[in-house]
């Protein structure tokens, strides 16, 4: 079920009609310009008996291709020792979404969603299924008499809620929205509320006993984790270009254990990305890289 869930997200990584003017490039990966292409590969860094680290071989981790309007079409996964393990092709009528079929690393389908539109051309809720054709879960959609999407959710094919968006307008002005979360046996998973006019959300994690497992607060690119007891666990920073900034992490006593930051170290003259280190500061302040990420990019 984890492994399906999962493939669901990637499927509907962008719902159609969710980010408008924003092209799936740009709204999932912060890629700008007539993107074609890209290739990611991974290199960790090994330390040599000098002290000093190297990189490692690449390795291969994803690749995609693009439509002419920046829509992903196709999407494939690697795992660490370079296989296919994850494919996943859309299929688009103009720029609406109308199919996404998930194939594991052999070709066998796994999971196939449809994307259904209103008379308007608005996106209305989608259907997956599994490999031999039982529904595995569907979407939803809710809207007032303004087409503006007031509630969806996301049932598992026996019916069960798994998730749940609700917005609250004033006229045509976005006031909340609230976002649930649910384990598949029914409890309460996650719950987040985000105010547009602050650009502040706020996330409770619960157990599934129902008692609170953390809490973060994120404002604009800034996110802080709280433990249960409200004690500060980790402060994020994410970049536009939807990277890690920084990430430090903290222990009981409040003071920072590690701390870790990706920093381009090549762009493109599109300005995105083609090189990053992600590097590492343990609590005695010693600095040392992680890995790097190759990211080629073609463009039309």
């Given at each position: 079920?984890?492994?399906?869930?999962?493939?669901?997200?990637?499927?509907?990584?962008?719902?159609?009609?969710?980010?408008?003017?924003m092209n799936m490039a740009l709204a999932t990966y912060g890629i700008k310009g007539p993107i074609r292409t890209f290739r990611i590969e991974v290199a960790t860094f090994v330390a040599t008996d000098d002290g000093t680290y190297v990189e490692g071989p690449r390795l291969l981790q994803s690749e995609a291709s693009f439509n002419t309007d920046g829509n992903r079409t196709d999407l494939r996964l690697y795992n660490e020792k370079g296989a296919l393990t994850r494919r996943i092709a859309m299929t688009f009528n103009g720029r609406k979404m109308t199919e996404s079929v998930n194939s594991d690393g052999a070709g066998r389908m796994v999971l196939r969603t449809e994307f259904f539109f209103d008379d308007q051309g608005r996106y209305n809720g989608s259907m997956a299924y599994n490999a031999d054709g039982s529904l595995h879960s569907k979407w939803v959609i809710k809207r007032n008499d303004r087409g503006l999407v007031t509630e969806s959710?996301?049932?598992?094919?026996?019916?069960?809620?798994?998730?749940?968006?609700?917005?609250?307008?004033?006229?045509?002005?976005?006031?909340?929205?609230?976002?649930e979360v649910y384990y598949p046996s029914g409890p309460l998973q996650s719950r987040m509320i985000y105010v547009p006019e602050t650009k502040r959300s706020e996330t409770?994690?619960?157990?599934?006993?129902?008692?609170?497992?953390?809490?973060?607060?994120?404002?604009?690119?800034?996110?802080?984790?709280?433990?249960?007891?409200?004690?500060?666990?980790?402060?994020?920073?994410?970049?536009?270009?939807?990277?890690?900034?920084?990430?430090?992490?903290?222990?009981?006593?409040?003071?920072?254990?590690?701390?870790?930051?990706?920093?381009?170290?090549?762009?493109?003259?599109?300005?995105?990305?083609?090189?990053?280190?992600?590097?590492?500061?343990?609590?005695?302040?010693?600095?040392?890289?992680?890995?790097?990420?190759?990211?080629?990019?073609?463009?039309?």
């Open positions: 079920m984890k492994t399906l869930t999962a493939l669901v997200l990637l499927a509907v990584i962008s719902i159609p009609g969710q980010t408008p003017n959710a996301r049932y598992s094919g026996q019916g069960t809620l798994l998730e749940q968006n609700i917005s609250r307008y004033d006229g045509p002005t976005l006031l909340t929205m609230q976002r409770t994690t619960y157990r599934r006993d129902g008692s609170v497992l953390n809490k973060s607060f994120r404002e604009n690119w800034d996110i802080a984790q709280y433990g249960a007891d409200g004690s500060l666990q980790k402060a994020t920073a994410i970049s536009g270009e939807h990277r890690l900034s920084d990430e430090v992490t903290l222990g009981k006593d409040g003071a920072a254990k590690t701390r870790e930051a990706e920093r381009p170290d090549q762009i493109d003259a599109h300005g995105n990305w083609t090189k990053q280190t992600k590097w590492l500061t343990d609590e005695k302040g010693t600095v040392r890289p992680l890995k790097v990420t190759y990211r080629e990019i073609t463009y039309y």
